[in-house]
């Protein structure tokens, strides 16, 4: 069965600074990976998407995500966190299913904090 | 924006009595997808549609029943609302045009208080 397991419940970072979310992920083919941020009382917003070719993607809002086979990881990255970056952040993997539907199984999520 | 509408937005119900959800999209697409949202869990797939009146189960589908009569429209049906089903459901939508990227596109959120 596929799993995500995201470590980091909570992130603490200053504006400025760089971040990393980590996400690994277990599936026995290839994966279909997914990154989505929810504002608080808000909807999942898709920050980007991985599915076959280059592993470096790039996102909106200035994110990018690496997927690295031999490590069974889809790190999240940003160079520079503004103040509006702060929310949660899940990572999901998508596997085929009936009618071929797209199951997507997320991980718990990591929230972030941003100090000005 | 991708057209999608839950209602109602909030409820409050007591244990026991039946509740339905409603998942409205305006683009036609063929999937639909409800998962409910708790603390420490992310999101869990309950039910999901592959066109009308085609479901199957999710991962979380114990206690929930789905129906889809109309493209547009996705219910989830509590039967017997328990406290346990207290959550903030979302539905999702997916595209299933050729070339389409298998992108999720999600509701607002209905949040459920069983009391």
């Known amino acids: 069965a596929q799993s995500v397991t995201q470590p980091d419940i909570h992130i603490t970072v200053s504006e400025g600074a760089s971040l990393e979310l980590r996400c690994n992920y277990s599936?026995?083919?290839?994966?279909?990976l997914f990154w989505y941020v929810q504002s608080p009382g808000q909807g999942l917003q898709l920050l980007l998407k991985?599915?076959?070719?280059?592993?470096l993607v790039q996102g909106i809002k200035g994110f990018e995500a690496e997927f690295k086979r031999s490590q069974s990881s889809f790190n999240l990255r940003k160079p520079s966190v503004h103040w509006s970056d702060a929310a949660e952040y899940f990572c999901?993997?998508?596997?085929?299913?009936?009618?071929?539907?797209?199951?997507?199984?997320f991980g718990s999520g990591t929230q972030l904090t941003v100090l000005p | 924006d991708a057209g999608i509408t839950q209602s109602p937005r909030h409820k409050v119900t007591e244990t026991g009595t039946p509740v339905t959800l409603r998942c409205h999209q305006t683009?036609?697409?063929?999937?639909m997808y409800w998962y409910r949202q708790d603390p420490g869990h992310g999101l869990r797939l309950i039910h999901y549609?592959?066109?009308?009146?085609?479901?199957d189960k999710g991962e979380v589908s114990d206690g929930y029943s789905v129906s889809r009569s109309k493209t547009e429209d996705f219910l989830l049906t509590l039967e017997s609302a328990t406290s346990s089903q207290t959550s903030v459901y979302f539905c999702?939508?997916?595209?299933?045009?050729?070339?389409?990227?298998?992108?999720?596109?999600f509701g607002p959120g209905t949040r459920l208080t069983v009391l």
């Open positions: 683009e036609n697409h063929r999937y």
């Open positions: 549609s592959y066109g009308v009146k085609d479901t």
């Open positions: 599936y026995g083919a290839t994966p279909y």
């Open positions: 999901a993997v998508g596997k085929i299913s009936s009618g071929s539907a797209r199951q997507l199984t």
């Open positions: 991985y599915f076959s070719g280059d592993t």
């Open positions: 999702a939508i997916r595209p299933g045009t050729a070339g389409s990227t298998d992108t999720q596109y």
